[in-house]
């Protein structure tokens, strides 16, 4: 589509392109409702390879870089700088956050796509890997933060039942 044309129109044409694309795929992210979201679908469960988020840590050494990428926080959003409550409602919520973060960049990448097809070779090719290289990282970084909020929940999770449990023998009677 876009052969034939100068550097510029072809940058200018891949430009709208990339930004519409981004734009509809945000504005899809904030009305979805949250159930499309849920931690418990198996596009955002664990794959066995991800062995619970530590093949992130051991082979992309996520936990080094991942704190020096940009971030966007929405109105009432979530920041990854830290953890403000430790309440099992709070953290699923943070959860439902990073899967709405995975699936708007996994989303994004597909974009890449649309303009290698559009495009010559290498400006295709440059164009994609430009989308890929501003989406993957991010939704790399919601799958392993998520692994690690899903570990700090049921480590919640288990305290509250000992703790539970620990009353309910204080309360009964001994025989």
Sequence with gaps: MFRGMSAVQIFFWNAMIVAAWHVAV???????????????????????????GRWYKDYLKINLWKDRVPQHIGKDGFSKAHITGVSVEYLDEFILETCRGEWMHFTDCLCAGVVFVLNPLWPGVLFAFLILLGNVPFALIQR????RLQTVKKKILREQRALQAAATAASCPQA
Excluded at 32 to 51: I, N, Q, V
Excluded at 144 to 147: L, V
């Design 26 to 52: 945000f504005i899809a992210c904030v009305k979805l409702p949250a159930s499309t979201f849920d931690a418990a679908k198996k596009r955002y469960l664990a794959k066995g390879w991800e062995r619970g």
């Design 144 to 147: 392993y933060n998520r692994f």
